[in-house]
Nanobody
Framework: QVQFVESGGGLVQPGGSLRLSCVAN????????MGWYRRAPGKQRELVAR???????RYTDSVKARFIISRDNVEKMVILQMNRLKPEDTAVYYC??????????????WGQGTLVTVST
């Protein structure tokens, strides 16, 4: 099972940019689809961006044309470039496979995530 460590979050003003990084402790080459997810306060976790090994991309409507996902299988990294950030982008961001990895008992396994706060 591969573990992911997210970083790059922080406080940013509306309209600003952040670059989130996800580093895996093992190979991600065999993982067909990787994704960035987020959990906003009081909401369920959602998949916001997805990339396959063939570099097929998918974004949730609210982030289209603002977020860009990329992956580097050699460096074992997945990046999320977030531009023109809005207060509603405030959330804890996680990376994981799509679908998410399962641990014992079929429970989804998640890292600690990285907090993004968009505010004046």
């Amino acid at each position: 099972q591969v573990q992911f460590v997210e970083s790059g979050g922080g406080l940013v003003q509306p309209g600003g940019s952040l670059r989130l990084s996800c580093v895996a402790n093992g190979s991600i080459s065999s993982i067909y689809a990787m994704g960035w997810y987020r959990r906003a306060p009081g909401k369920q976790r959602e998949l916001v961006a997805r990339i396959t090994n063939a570099r097929s991309l998918r974004y949730t409507d609210s982030v289209k044309a603002r977020f860009i996902i990329s992956r580097d299988n050699v460096e074992k990294m997945v990046i999320l470039q977030m531009n023109r950030l809005k207060p509603e982008d405030t959330a804890v961001y996680y990376c994981n496979s799509d679908p998410p990895q399962l641990g014992r008992g079929g429970v989804e396994v998640w890292g600690q995530g990285t907090l993004v706060t968009v505010s004046t």
